[in-house]
C-alpha cells in the first residue's frame, strides 16, 4: 500500500473541525508538515496535532520530500496558485471548495492537471455524506416520480462579525479573496450537490444586490437556472433577513411527491408521497470530511476512484460567476 504524507497549506478553523483528523483516521495516510503564513499559526498547529514539521513558505513544505500529497485549506483567491504549484512538483492535491474565486482560474487548474498528468480533487465532501446519499438514492429510484422542478431557498440573519469596519471583515466578505461574500461560500455546496444529482446546468442567470449595506459584497440573490436534461431550477439567498426568515431548504419536486432537504443543518429529509408522509434521520460522521477524504486517499493508494476532481468541481464555478454577472 501507497503511503500518503500530506502537507497542509492552511491550518485554519476548517482543518480543526472538518477535515483535518481525517487524513490521520485513514490507513496508509498521515499529515506530516503544516504551512501557515503565520509562524506563530503553524508553529501552534504543529504541536497540538503532534505534527513535526512547520513552514511559512508553500513552496518549502511542496518541495518536502516527505510530503507526497497537499491540502489547500486556505481562501479561495489562492486555490489555483496552489493547487499548480502542487501539481507541477508532481504532487496530488485536495483542495477546499469553492476550487478557486473564478471560473478562469478553475480552468487554469484543469489544464495544468491536464498536462501533467497530477490529479486535483475539491472538498465538495457533502456528495460523499449518507445524508445526501439518501437523497439522491431517494431520487433516483423513482420514490417522487419524473422530477419537475428544484428550488434553493436560504436566509439568514448577518452575524456579529458583518458588523465590523470595511478593513476588518472576514475574508468571506471580500469579493476578491472570496470570489464573491456569502454567496460564493455557501451556494457552491448547494449548487454542487444539484449538478452530481440533476447533471450539469447549462443555463444560469441572477438578480443580486447589497440590500443591508453592512458590506460591498452581495447579500441578496435570485437566480434562475436549467440543467442539461431541460429541468428548470431557481434559488434564492439572503444573508441580511430578519432571523424570523431564517431557511435552509432545497425542495425537489415530481410528478408522484416531493422532497426537501437541508444543506447545513442537515434537518430531518422530508419525503411526501401520495403514500403519506415520512421523516428520515440520517446521521453523518462525527468529521465530516472523513468520507471524501477516504476516497481521495484510496484513489491515490490505487484501490479507488474518487469522482470529485477539479474538472467535476469547475461547473459550480461557472454557475456562481453567471449568476454574479461576472460574464
Avoid at 511559512?56 to 511542496?62: S, V
Avoid at 465532501?125 to 438514492?137: E, M, S, T
Avoid at 438578480?207 to 434562475?224: H, K, M, P, V
Wanted: charged letters at 20%; glycine letters at 8%.
Amino acid at each position: 500500500m501507497k503511503y500518503i504524507r500530506w502537507g497542509f497549506i492552511g491550518c485554519g478553523e476548517v482543518t480543526e473541525k472538518k477535515s483535518g483528523p481525517a487524513f490521520a483516521d485513514v490507513e496508509g495516510s498521515s499529515v506530516v508538515a503544516v504551512m501557515s503564513r503565520s509562524e506563530q499559526r503553524a508553529r501552534t498547529y504543529a504541536e497540538q496535532h503532534h505534527i513535526r514539521k512547520w513552514y511559512t513558505d508553500a513552496q518549502q513544505l511542496i518541495d518536502d520530500p516527505d510530503v507526497n500529497a497537499i491540502y489547500v485549506a486556505t481562501p479561495p483567491s489562492s486555490h489555483a496558485t496552489y493547487a499548480i504549484m502542487a501539481m507541477k512538483a508532481g504532487k496530488p492535491v485536495y483542495v477546499e471548495k469553492p476550487l478557486a474565486s473564478n471560473y478562469e482560474d478553475c480552468a487554469r487548474v484543469n489544464r495544468v492537471s491536464e498536462q501533467t498528468g497530477v490529479p486535483c480533487f475539491v472538498a465538495y465532501y457533502r456528495r460523499y455524506l449518507p445524508y445526501f446519499q439518501r437523497v439522491k438514492d431517494i431520487i433516483k429510484n423513482g420514490v417522487i416520480g419524473k422530477v419537475i422542478n428544484v428550488q434553493v431557498r436560504f436566509a439568514c440573519p448577518p452575524r456579529e462579525i458583518d458588523y465590523a469596519p470595511q478593513g476588518e471583515l472576514p475574508w468571506r466578505l471580500q469579493p476578491d479573496v472570496s470570489g464573491g461574500g456569502y454567496f460564493y461560500d455557501l451556494a457552491p455546496h448547494q449548487l454542487d450537490l444539484l449538478q452530481d444529482i440533476f447533471g450539469v446546468i447549462t443555463d444560469a442567470k441572477g438578480i443580486c444586490a447589497n440590500r443591508g449595506g453592512l458590506y460591498t459584497a452581495e447579500d441578496t440573490l435570485s437566480a434562475c437556472f436549467k440543467f442539461e436534461s431541460g429541468l428548470p431550477g431557481s434559488g434564492s439567498w439572503c444573508f441580511v433577513g430578519h432571523e424570523a426568515a431564517t431557511e435552509d431548504c432545497i425542495e425537489v419536486i415530481g410528478d408522484k411527491g416531493i422532497i426537501s432537504f437541508s444543506v447545513f443543518k442537515y434537518d430531518p429529509i422530508q419525503l411526501v408521497t401520495s403514500e403519506g408522509s415520512t421523516s428520515i434521520t440520517v446521521p453523518n460522521p462525527p468529521y465530516v470530511q472523513l468520507p471524501i477524504i477516504t476516497s481521495v486517499i484510496h484513489h491515490l493508494q490505487g484501490f479507488g476512484v474518487c469522482t470529485c476532481t477539479s474538472v467535476s468541481a469547475t461547473p459550480a464555478n461557472w454557475v456562481l460567476d453567471r449568476i454574479l454577472g461576472k460574464f
